[in-house]
């Protein structure tokens, strides 16, 4: 089962589609970001998912009121977006406004030191809000697996975990999937590499040994 998602944060057009069309048969689904969507046009979802076939999920880490959440997650989804990310710190009205229009991914930790501060602090009142809403799944960081093993404990069976921060912020794939990770998200190691293709089939083989 394919494990791995493309974080495709580049500002090109041209370049991700490139690094979507020769990484895609090792990836589950294609992750795209400010950066990308800044620099190439909410229409490179549209052309990605022709191109690739893929799912896309667009890392928009909405965290606004209902009505603003809305009526971004709405073009977002018009475009051809299969999964929007979602703040849940906001609380559960700016959530449902986002999960009443497509499927949602819940941020219930994130992967940088700073989560520390302010989310981590929270993560246990966002595992509560994703068990009483039921999103298809949550964000939780790949640089602290004893963290993913918690959230995983905690959470419903069924939604899923996906986690960014393997390679360049420093988590490693075995111990993310030995802790309890469905999706592992990659960036840098992958559309920052001399071979991209080559990168994310390593990757894809170390997941395959793990599952
Ligand atoms: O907690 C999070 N950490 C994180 O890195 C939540 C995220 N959505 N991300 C995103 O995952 C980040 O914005 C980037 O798009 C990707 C990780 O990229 P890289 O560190 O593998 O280059």
């Not at 998602?5 to 041209?14: E, M, N, T």
């Not at 809403?133 to 939604?159: D, N, Q």
Request: glycine share 8%; proline share 5%; aromatic share 6%.
């Amino acid at each position: 089962m394919k494990k791995l998602i493309l974080a495709l944060d580049v500002y090109d057009r041209k370049r991700a589609l490139e690094i979507a069309e020769c990484t895609a048969e090792y990836l589950w689904a294609i992750k795209v970001n400010w950066p990308l969507i800044i620099g190439s046009g909410l229409g490179i979802i549209t052309e990605l998912k022709q191109v690739t076939g893929l799912p896309i999920i667009a890392d928009l880490k909405l965290a606004d009121i209902p009505n603003t959440n809305r009526l971004i997650a709405s073009k977002v989804f018009e475009a051809g977006a299969d999964y929007v990310i979602a703040h849940g710190f906001v609380g559960k009205d700016s959530v449902k406004a986002v999960m009443e229009l497509g499927n949602t991914i819940i941020v219930v930790e994130m992967s940088h030191p700073g989560a520390r501060e302010f989310i981590q602090p929270a993560t246990d009142k966002l595992i509560e809000l994703a068990n009483k809403l039921e999103p298809f799944g949550v964000i939780a960081p790949a640089t602290r697996p004893e963290r993913v093993s918690y959230i995983r404990s905690k959470l419903k069976p069924g939604l899923k975990i996906l986690t960014p921060g393997v390679g360049a912020q420093g988590g490693k794939v075995r111990e993310v999937l030995k802790a309890g990770a469905d999706y592992i998200i990659v960036g840098r190691s992958i559309y920052a590499s001399e071979n991209p293709r080559e990168s994310a089939r390593r990757i894809f083989e170390e997941i395959k040994e793990v599952v």
